[in-house]
């Protein structure tokens, strides 16, 4: 064979991945690892979908998307996340993933910093090497909930700095940041001349508090914030692979551009899907919400009867456990509790440096599913921490 790119060896496994692969090996796991809805894509979505591919021959969309879709997410993100913009500011992209590696590609030079957020989602690292960046971990404080503050992203920044990828509502710890700290964050940025990647693929999965976008502070045409979107955990439909990025229009012009090379666009199917999610009832939405916000509140009231300690969760899909009283690694406890008592969480450590001492519990099983997988998870933590 002949030889193959340095670039084929940057990409990390993923530590979300191994523990997926190790569950399956294993008859009757308890699955609480991942951040996958166990909600089907809401009828309307994909009956609008359905129609729409028996009445149309199925062909080539737009590079940036087809412009009734780009219009509606023009229109939510002006009205619910307070960034006025047109469709000249969006592209219609793969998934927040495909978002994100397009910002990346538009903002990077070789060699650039990029500041990641620790613990933070473990796709960053290899898209951030795969776009040519260099990657640096910004440390979210545990005592501090882990909520950005600009200390933690300061003390990280050097000369090479291009970029600091944010994401809230968080992964893994469910930290939803401050509005105060996020415009603090943007004239910091504005200083030192940075972009903001803000990764806000969990905008409307909340438990009650509110989601401030931090590129709602600024014109957008004079914006060094681009926003990242998602379908996938607002209406379950992660497997459409549908997502979008907002930016000022000369440089949207130039993610088209970019998308076109690579993936030519999203897919139409999945595109037509969107619009019916933006533009029809919002209710099973507030219904999924509901039923996370539940989920929550079982783990809490679960853990605070056991007396153990966890971040308390604002938003996303997620449950950060402090495992630190048992005295071994996120990972030999992840692996142990999938081992002997069939629970397959994430450990921390997945997640960076900083998320070392937790395991990361996801809310997007079934109520009965949560409850039973904490249980045997508060059982196996306490044992550990008496040993
Ligand atoms: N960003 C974060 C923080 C995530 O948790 C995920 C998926 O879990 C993504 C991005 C990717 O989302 P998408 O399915 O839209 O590509």
Redesign the pocket.
């Known amino acids: 064979m002949p030889r193959v790119s340095s670039r084929t060896q940057s990409i990390p496994l993923s530590g979300i991945r191994e523990m997926m692969d190790l569950a399956i090996s294993i008859p009757d796991v308890l699955r609480l690892e991942i951040?996958d809805p166990n909600f089907q894509t809401p009828a309307n979505i994909s009956g609008a979908s359905a129609a729409w591919v028996k009445q149309n021959r199925v062909s080539y969309p737009p590079n940036s998307g087809i412009s009734e879709l780009r219009k509606a997410i023009a229109k939510k993100v002006t009205e619910r996340n307070a960034i006025p913009c047109s469709i000249d500011n969006v592209n219609v992209t793969?998934?927040?993933?495909?978002a994100?590696y397009l910002a990346l590609l538009a903002t990077l030079e070789s060699g650039d910093e990029v500041l990641v957020p620790d613990p933070g989602?473990a796709?960053y690292p290899a898209m951030v090497g795969l776009a040519g960046g260099t990657m640096r971990p910004y440390g979210l404080k545990a005592q501090n909930g882990f909520k950005m503050t600009v200390e933690d992203i300061a003390s990280a920044v050097t000369d090479k700095t291009r970029a600091i990828i944010l994401?809230t509502p968080?992964?893994p710890t469910g930290a939803v940041f401050d509005k105060e700290e996020l415009q603090k964050l943007l004239a910091f940025a504005t200083e030192r001349d940075l972009w903001i990647i803000s990764?806000e693929?969990?905008d409307e999965v909340l438990f009650g508090g509110t989601h401030y976008s931090i590129g709602s502070g600024e014109p957008i045409e004079q914006s060094r914030v681009i926003s990242c979107f998602?379908?996938?955990?607002t209406y379950a439909m992660?497997g459409w692979?549908i997502?979008y990025v907002v930016a000022p229009s000369a440089l949207s012009k130039q993610i088209t551009r970019m998308q076109a090379a690579a993936v030519a666009s999203a897919s139409v199917v999945s595109q037509i899907a969107a619009l019916e999610a933006l533009n029809g009832p919002q209710d099973s939405v507030a219904e999924m919400v509901a039923a996370y916000t539940r989920r929550r509140d079982l783990a809490a009231g679960m853990l605070d009867a056991a007396g153990l300690r966890y971040t308390p969760s604002d938003g996303?899909l997620y449950v950060f456990l402090d495992i630190r009283a048992t005295g071994v690694t996120s990972k030999e406890l992840a692996l142990g509790l999938l081992r002997d008592r069939k629970v397959c969480t994430t450990p921390g450590s997945a997640f960076g440096e900083a998320g070392e001492g937790f395991i990361r519990l996801s809310l997007a099983c079934s109520d009965a599913d949560l409850e039973e997988g904490l249980r045997r998870t508060i059982l196996y933590v306490q044992e550990r921490s008496a040993l």
């Open positions: 951040g793969i998934g927040a993933t495909g994100l989602w796709g994401n968080s992964n990764d693929c969990y998602s379908f996938s955990k992660t692979r997502g996303a």
